[in-house]
């Protein structure tokens, strides 16, 4: 029985029965003596931090519990295909250009490659691709406002949405957890995907940065819609095939490529 726990607590006893393979609410209501209502609620908002998802087998929905990486460990990851993505997307932004850039780590790595730039406008979800700006006087840089998601050190909610209301950018620069090219960018949370099609809305060029472990990938059950055409930078780990289907539902594919050994140890 779930006692005196608090609401914290009981989602994280929630959380460990997902993880064993409970997945219907009323047997984990029973197991935590609570009503199956306070359950959904729980799992609505562990579904909200990107903790759990809903999988599908036949007509049943069960659960899954996952694990969002925390930025630090992300930006360790595939570094050198991000260092070349970054630096591919960058050649395409022209000097006096408005920009607004997403949080991330591939995002930051072209926020690093654009110092140096003159006479650039940026607007940015990110404050790790803030970090890398902040530095550099010829850049005019603006923060969205919202809440601080903090395991990807980005900016949702509705004072971020409200800002972007009120902004028109000539690029806007994405990232995602997983990418499909039909459904779009996959992210943990519907905040995080509501926040990418406002931004998507509020530039006239849509770029995706991805490397090639996210192609096709789909961890989490929040999706963001895109409109074609939009173009998609990766890098050259990624499989043929895939970015064969990308170019058929008219996405500009353009790869940068990342030496196997220098990868190899990235």
């Not at 028109?168 to 459904?183: E, K, M």
């Not at 960018?185 to 472990?213: F, N, P, W, Y």
Request: hydrophobic share 45%; aromatic share 2%.
């Amino acid at each position: 029985m779930s006692g005196g726990l608090s609401g914290d607590e009981r989602r994280e006893r929630l959380l460990a029965l997902v993880t064993q393979g409970v997945n219907r609410a009323d047997d984990l209501a029973a197991t935590l003596g609570v009503t199956v209502s306070t359950i959904r609620r729980d799992l609505g908002r562990l579904v909200s931090e990107g903790r759990v998802v809903r999988t599908y087998g036949g007509a049943v929905a069960g659960l899954q519990a996952v694990s969002e990486a925390p930025l630090a460990e992300r930006a360790r990851q595939h570094r050198a295909a991000k260092e070349a993505i970054g630096r591919l997307a960058a050649s395409l932004v022209e000097d006096d250009q408005t920009l607004l850039l997403d949080a991330g780590t591939t995002v930051a790595r072209l926020a690093a490659a654009l110092r140096g730039r003159s006479g650039l406008t940026v607007v940015t979800s990110g404050l790790s691709t803030a970090e890398e700006l902040e530095p550099v006087p010829d850049i005019e840089l603006y923060l969205l406002g919202g809440r601080v998601r903090r395991i990807s050190q980005g900016l949702v909610g509705p004072l971020a949405e409200a800002a972007l209301r009120r902004i028109t950018a000539d690029t806007v620069f994405l990232g995602a957890d997983g990418l499909d090219p039909r459904r779009g960018i996959c992210e943990a949370t519907l905040e995080q995907t509501h926040l990418k099609e406002l931004m998507a809305g509020s530039a006239g060029r849509v770029v995706v940065l991805a490397d090639a472990s996210k192609l096709g990938v789909a961890p989490f059950e929040a999706w963001a819609p895109l409109d074609p055409p939009w173009t998609l930078v990766t890098d050259s780990g990624a499989d043929p095939a895939m970015l064969e289907r990308f170019g058929t539902a008219g996405v500009t594919v353009l790869v940068a490529e990342v030496p196997d050994a220098v990868e190899a140890t990235a």
